[in-house]
Structure formats: C-alpha cells, structure tokens
C-alpha cells in the first residue's frame, strides 16, 4: 500500500477556506485517493474520494494533479466543528494504511 | 438504519483474560474491518473479511481472531489479553473495492 505524508498539525481561522495536502509518491495506477475525518471519541467518518483531477462534494473538495503523486483537501468556509483529525489514504482492496493525520485546529 | 454497531462500548479486563468484541452492519456491505487505535495515532487494520466466508490479516493480527459469522456480523476475539491490547477498537464495513467505510462508534479496552 501506497505511504502518505501529510503535515502534522495546522491552524485556521473560522470562515477562512483550508487546504490540507497529502503526498503519495509511489501510488499505483489503480489506487484511489480516500479523506477521513475523526473527531474525538468516534471513529474516522467519510469525506471525500477521487481519482484524478477534481472531485467536490456538499463539504469539501478533492484536487489531485495529473501525476497524482500528491491530493489537497479543500475546505471552503471552516467553523469551530471542523477541528478534529483529517487522514489521508490511498490504496485499494485490503484495508486501509492510516498515518497520524492532520490535526486541524478551527480558532474564532 | 443503524450503520455500524459495536458492543461493548467499554470493558476493562486483567491479563490472560479472554473476550469477545461485536460488530454488526445493516448497510449489507460486503467488506467489513477490525482497526485498533492508540493514542495519538492513526488506525492500525487487525484483520478484515471482503466478503461472508473470508478473512484476512491485517497490519497487526498477532493476538487476535476474527469470525465472519454472516453478512452481518464480524466478531473479533482475544483469546488471552494482555497490557499492550488496550487501545481502542473500531469496526468498519464498506461496500466494494474502493476505500468509503463507515465506522461504529469504538471500543475502548483496557487490560490490566
């Protein structure tokens, strides 16, 4: 399974759009681009998937270059109850490879 | 339509003990997921079944046993826990090859 590198931590502020990006140098052809979102005490809940160009959904929006060796999530507008924990995925059949994530702290 | 249920939600046992962690899904996904996750870090996948009939190992098994008892259902047992098992435990199903799983709430385990 591909490895992703994501950053850390990051800090916004409300209503202000965040991009959180995600490196997957050796992602194979029939690999998809998954993003997770975790809050405390649950578990990680479905945001997006993609697997070239751009994807958008109701909350957020997927952008991966034509060599795909990297994807950014994009959040327009975020509020307090974004903060919480953003992974990033790529792969297959088998289960996912989750990193440490991206923890997203949303200040007023 | 209740998604992905897990019991217990919390257990504590003492080392050697053994038991058993449930998960159900009304979604009739194909796949479904056992992950553990320590604190701090990401999941970890302990076994998975793609399909009734069939599992598979994950990342860290070691420890661990799995039943697909039907479509439905993925148990996950620890047949003599110790210190390093405590952790929290999520159950996830998803409905084909692509990675959109949903995930139950979680077991917290701690083994003393």
């Known amino acids: 399974l591909a490895k992703t590198t994501q950053p850390i931590s990051m800090d916004s502020y409300e209503g202000q759009e965040v991009n959180i990006t995600c490196s997957h140098n050796n992602i194979a052809t029939n690999d998809y681009i998954t993003w997770y979102q975790q809050f405390p005490s649950q578990g990680p809940r479905f945001i997006i998937q993609g697997y070239k160009t751009k994807v958008t959904n109701e909350v957020a929006s997927l952008f991966i270059p034509a060599d795909r060796k990297s994807s950014t999530l994009s959040l327009p507008r975020v509020s307090l109850s974004d903060t919480a924990v953003y992974y990033c995925l790529v792969g297959l059949t088998g289960g996912m490879r989750f990193g440490a994530g991206t923890r997203l702290t949303v200040k007023p | 339509n209740a998604g992905v249920t897990q019991t217990p939600k919390f257990q504590v046992l003492k080392t050697g003990q053994s038991m058993t962690l449930q998960c159900a899904q009304d979604m009739n996904h194909n796949s479904m997921y056992w992950y553990r996750q320590d604190p701090g870090m990401g999941l970890r996948l302990i076994y998975y079944?793609?399909?009734?009939?069939?599992?598979d190992k994950g990342e860290v098994p070691n420890g661990y046993n799995v039943s697909r008892l039907n479509k439905r259902e993925f148990s996950l047992r620890l047949e003599s826990a110790a210190p390093s098992q405590t952790s929290v435990y999520f159950c996830?199903?998803?409905?084909?090859?692509?990675?959109?799983?949903?995930f139950g709430p979680g077991t917290r385990l701690t083994v003393t």
């Open positions: 996830a199903s998803g409905g084909g090859i692509r990675y959109e799983q949903y």
């Open positions: 079944s793609a399909s009734e009939g069939t599992t």
